[in-house]
T-cell receptor, first 112, second 119 residues
Framework: GENVEQHPSTLSVQEGDSAVIKCTYS??????FPWYKQELGKGPQLIID?????GEKKDQRIAVTLNKTAKHFSLHITETQPEDSAVYFC???????????FGQGTTLQVKP | GAVVSQHPSWVICKSGTSVKIECRSL??????MFWYRQFPKQSLMLMAT?????????EQGVEKDKFLINHASLTLSTLTVTSAHPEDSSFYIC???????????????FGQGTRLTVV
């Protein structure tokens, strides 16, 4: 089965700085890697995703990179703002079941 | 993104009673629905997966007689916590994956979550 490890568990940055969250996965056949943002008391919100046929995807201040050989992918947030403060989860799709396997989460705090 | 609506957002019930949580896909057909449980400051724990018209598949350790899942239509799934006890208090979240027209989505979209408190 799939196993997803996420680091760091907490991240504190100054407003305007960049934030990077990293994840590794174990299932070499995984082909879909979404990132979710979860605010307190709410469900996760899909913010960006990447498929295994590309190495990088960008959407305004958010980008995701994927290294299939090393089996890791990262979320990059540039020009962070206080409203980016939340818990971020990476996930990978388990190839034989289609289930989404989540990382442990990263609590991002952006200080104004 | 697609819209998944989950109700209620919070509920308080007495021990021994049952609670039903609804999850609806508003603008797409949810061929697969997932139900998660989340404890404070922890990740999402998958409880069960249901495909429309089929019985749910439960993860190891999840009591199927306690957590009844129904996915009778392409837009609605329900989770019923039967004979609830305080230890069932948690944040329950549904997720849906499906299709718009003939396009099958890989993306999974989440509901707003339901905070269940059993007293």
């Amino acid at each position: 089965g799939e196993n997803v490890e996420q680091h760091p568990s907490t991240l504190s940055v100054q407003e305007g700085d960049s934030a990077v969250i990293k994840c590794t996965y174990s299932d070499s056949a995984s082909n879909y890697f979404p990132w979710y943002k979860q605010e307190l008391g709410k469900g996760p919100q899909l913010i960006i995703d990447i498929r295994s046929n590309v190495g990088e995807k960008k959407d305004q201040r958010i980008a995701v990179t994927l290294n299939k050989t090393a089996k890791h992918f990262s979320l990059h947030i540039t020009e962070t703002q206080p409203e980016d403060s939340a818990v971020y989860f990476c996930a990978a799709i388990e190839s034989n079941t289609g289930k989404l396997i989540f990382g442990q989460g990263t609590t991002l705090q952006v200080k104004p | 993104g697609a819209v998944v609506s989950q109700h209620p957002s919070w509920v308080i019930c007495k021990s021994g009673t049952s609670v039903k949580i609804e999850c609806r896909s508003l603008d797409f057909q949810a061929t697969t629905m997932f139900w998660y449980r989340q404890f404070p400051k922890q990740s999402l724990m998958l409880m069960a997966t249901s495909n429309e018209g089929s019985k749910a598949t439960y993860e190891q350790g999840v009591e199927k007689d306690k957590f009844l899942i129904n996915h009778a239509s392409l837009t609605l799934s329900t989770l019923t916590v039967t004979s609830a006890h305080p230890e069932d208090s948690s944040f329950y979240i549904c997720s849906a994956r499906g299709r718009r027209g003939t396009f099958m989505n890989t993306e999974a979209f989440f509901g707003q979550g339901t905070r269940l408190t059993v007293v």
